[in-house]
Every structure is written in C-alpha cells, then in structure tokens.
T-cell receptor, first 114, second 114 residues
C-alpha cells in the first residue's frame, strides 16, 4: 500500500531532550515536507526537501533540523525541544513533475513537551 | 510570498443544508489549488484539486469547488451535507512545480448537527 509512515504516533518528552520523528514513504517521491498543526493556525511548513541532500526552510524552521540522506526518509530532529513545540506534526510527499498530484500525508505525530 | 485565506473558521449547519466554504489565495502566477479534509483524529485526505481546464472541479463525497481566477478564489461547495461531513477543511495552494510544498489556510471547522 502506498503510504507515508511516521513514527512515533504519540510522544511525551521533557524540555531539552533531543528527539527524532521519523518519516518514510514507499512511493519513490522526490518531494517531502514537514508541517506542524496548531489550533487556529492551520498547518505551517517547517522544512521541505526537493530530493536527496536538498533541503530548505519553510515558514517556521526555528528549533528544528532535517536531513535527506535517502530518498524515502525525511526525519525531523528537535535538538532541544521546548514546550512551544508541543504540536501535531505531519510529514507529506509528492512526486516530481506532477504539481497537480498534491501531497500524500502521514498519520501524524502528536508531540507534547513538558 | 503566497498566502491562503479561509473566511469561516467555524461553521455549524444542519443535515441537508447546503455548504459553501470560502478560500482566497494571493499569488499572481500559476498555482495548483487543493481542498483537504481532516476527520477527527485522522490525517489529511485530498478532497479535490484544480490544476487547469474546467474551473468547476468535482471531488469525492459529493464535494465540488469553483476556481475563479479574477477573484483569486477557490470556494468549496456541497449541495446537501451529512453528519459524517463533520471535519476540519483546509484550502491549500502550491505554486509552479510544487516542489516547495503547500501553503495552507487556517482551516474551517465544520460541524453538522443531525
């Protein structure tokens, strides 16, 4: 089944403890993005990647890092999480050359930083 | 920078009522337009999309949307809503080739009362 898989689905952590949220897609898509969803703010883009080793900042990149060493994986790294990073996170992917495809989204990761 | 504006943040309707959710975007170039739906506790699913051609597009579950270029609008409609349409609805746009992800509106929380 074609899908974007995020892990974990739920995570509670403490301030300052480094964490990684994994994202993997099995559709051979070139484009991948990370978003955070907050009530009343909709989805805001954190980082995006156009292909392996090509990443760029979205609208709210502060406090986050990403890497794209393999085409299928696009992990989101929080080096020193803070309570304002408590949010619902989504990873998404899309194929090159098909702008009308839209993006396929993962099931989300609900992160709580205490 | 492109932006998306959704006019209604919360909408409450009775079953069988007609629905129209407004969406305006600000970008003068070529865009691809999307409506996504998020049912409670779930990830985003694509409802419909506009790329080119007929400005009236039909999506899943009886939804449709009309692209009006002169008004920079892409409003979502459904003639008769059902209780199962209760969800969060997001309008989104990507520009050009779509490599840099989607820009979302803040969403509309739709509640259908039986």
């Amino acid at each position: 089944e074609a899908q974007v898989t995020q892990n974990p689905r739920y995570l509670i952590t403490v301030t300052g403890k480094k964490l990684t949220v994994t994202c993997s897609q099995n559709m051979n898509h070139e484009y991948m993005s990370w978003y955070r969803q907050d009530p009343g703010l909709g989805l805001r883009q954190i980082y995006y990647s156009m292909n392996v080793e090509v990443t760029d900042k979205g609208d709210v990149p502060e406090g986050y890092k990403v890497s794209r060493k393999e085409k299928r994986n696009f992990p989101l790294i929080l080096e020193s999480p803070s309570p304002n990073q408590t949010s619902l996170y989504f990873c998404a992917s899309s194929p090159y050359g098909q702008p009308n495809y839209g993006y396929t989204f993962g099931s989300g990761t609900r992160l709580t930083v205490v | 920078a492109q932006s998306v504006s959704q006019h209604n943040h919360h909408v409450i309707l009775s079953e069988a009522a007609s629905l129209e959710l407004g969406c305006n975007y600000s970008y003068g170039g070529t865009v691809n337009l999307f409506w996504y739906v998020q049912y409670p506790g779930q990830h985003l699913q694509l409802l419909l999309k506009y790329f080119s051609g007929d400005p009236l597009v039909k999506g899943i579950k009886g939804f449709e949307a009309e692209f009006i270029k002169s008004k920079f609008s892409f409003n979502l409609r459904k003639p008769s809503v059902q209780w199962s349409d209760t969800a969060e609805y997001f309008c989104a746009v990507n520009k050009g080739g779509g490599a840099d992800g989607l820009t979302f509106g803040k969403g509309t929380h739709l509640i259908i009362q039986p």
